[in-house]
């Protein structure tokens, strides 16, 4: 599968060393929003291992269909990228395809936007045979408008050997070659994530013959997910100080208090303008997120941006659909947090929980909380089972967590955690008060 990430140039294959930033203040974003968007691109950049030499914010009032911004402004743009030595110009807005030619151009260099960049980290970070596909078909489906003739490295690549593939008829355009070659690729990756869904799928039907809650740990990338995992279930994950340093899901099992069990599953980091087609593509592994009995979203208290990152992580549950699920929220990093970040986190979110998955501080709590959700969503039954329905009870400890069992003359007291989905046949039994 690795091939089909080489058949797409990405920035590092540019080898651009050298970038000049372009941050694009609409009209209807608060000066702040737009800074704060531009160091963050910033840092995407850098996580792309390329030197950020200079960086310019543009207001914007009206967009032009040529280059974005008016000509004059762009003029200059180019004239200082040329004097800084810069030899890629990166904005922070979305370009048409249109846009990117004209800009490369104009200016001479490689010319990339935000959704380019992000594409990028995501390929450098794919390691998986599941993330690699996910990441490829985004990456097909980006770079399909934006064929010209010059991708002629195309038309050496069909079939995989030599003569292997037709390219169609004689009038057929080298255009309308690489066109039909990358439709083609994405049918084939599509077909691919079909395959790891239905793997997925099967994994889940699986873990829910022996049903055992599950936690979903989301939120903003780089917010400490990855280390929250680590330290409450002792697992060892990649944790790295970086961005998208998750994108497959890794599931663990915690064992809380009275021998309760949970599954807890790290997901792919959420980010302020994630492309909505890697969305898409990465359903396969955030279904994980979608299926679980709750949600645990966590936040970096330190974060300057903590507001727009939690509306981000919202926003992103909401296109999913998990956006009505219990959610636990959890500020990270306590243990770098003054009083005015935590004044401020008290008021995004009064009911979360303070930790930080460094030193253990708040750990306790969460493992409280996680309790009491699964005693929500597993309520207890009483049971009074009788000695000859012994299936039963065995199946209650193998679907459930028993409590409490006892030996009556009568049958078998049991106070036990079902899944509302396995409860039906257990209600005749049910204890009278």
């Not at 963050?40 to 792309?48: D, G």
């Not at 911004?69 to 904005?91: P, T």
């Amino acid at each position: 599968m690795a091939d089909f990430l080489d058949q797409v140039p990405s920035t590092e294959s540019k080898r651009c060393q050298r970038a000049f930033l372009v941050g694009i203040q609409t009209s209807d974003m608060a000066e702040g929003e737009a800074t704060e968007l531009l160091v963050e691109l910033e840092e995407l950049v850098q996580n792309l291992r390329i030197d950020v030499v200079e960086t310019v914010l543009v207001n914007l009032r009206q967009p032009t269909p040529a280059t974005l911004i008016g000509s004059g402004k762009a003029d200059e743009i180019v004239a200082r990228a040329k004097e800084i030595g810069a030899d890629l110009i990166v904005f922070d807005e979305s370009l048409t395809p249109a846009q990117q030619r004209n800009w490369e151009a104009l200016s001479g260099l490689a010319v990339i936007d935000r959704e380019e960049v992000i594409l990028d980290i995501f390929a450098d970070r794919a390691s998986t045979r599941e993330a690699v596909i996910q990441v490829a078909l985004a990456r097909m489906q980006y770079s399909l408008p934006r064929l010209t003739r010059a991708w002629t490295h195309l038309s050496r690549q069909r079939g995989g050997g030599g003569g292997g593939g037709s390219m169609g008829g004689e009038g057929e355009t080298q255009l309308e070659q690489d066109r039909r070659l990358v439709n083609d690729r994405i049918t084939r990756l599509k077909r691919e994530l079909g395959e790891v869904r239905k793997q997925r799928s099967v994994q889940r039907q699986k873990r829910q013959r022996v049903p055992v809650p599950t936690a979903a740990i989301v939120g903003y990338t780089n917010a400490g997910k990855s280390s929250l995992l680590n330290a409450v279930t002792g697992a060892s994950v990649l944790a790295e100080d970086k961005l998208f340093a998750t994108l497959d899901p890794t599931t663990r099992q915690l064992l809380l208090r009275g021998n309760q069990k949970l599954l807890v599953t790290d997901t792919v980091g959420f980010i302020r303008r994630l492309p909505h087609r890697l969305v898409e593509a990465f359903k396969a592994t955030l279904e994980e997120a979608i299926v679980a009995d709750f949600l645990i979203h966590v936040l970096d208290v330190t974060a300057p941006n903590v507001a727009a990152h939690h509306a981000t992580t919202l926003g992103v549950l909401r296109e999913l659909g998990a956006d009505e699920k219990r959610m636990l929220t959890v500020f990270n990093k306590v243990d770098a947090a003054d009083e005015a970040h935590l004044m401020r986190a008290r008021a995004l979110a009064p009911d979360a929980i303070f930790l930080s998955a460094r030193s253990g501080e708040g750990l306790p709590e969460l493992v409280d909380q996680c309790l009491e959700l699964i005693a929500d969503a597993f309520g207890q039954m009483e049971l009074l089972i009788p000695h000859a329905r012994y299936d039963l009870i065995a199946r209650a400890h193998q679907i459930g967590h028993v409590q409490h069992e006892e030996q009556l003359d009568e049958g078998v007291l049991l106070k036990v955690r079902i899944p509302p989905n396995q409860q039906a046949p257990y209600h005749a039994f049910v204890r009278a008060k």
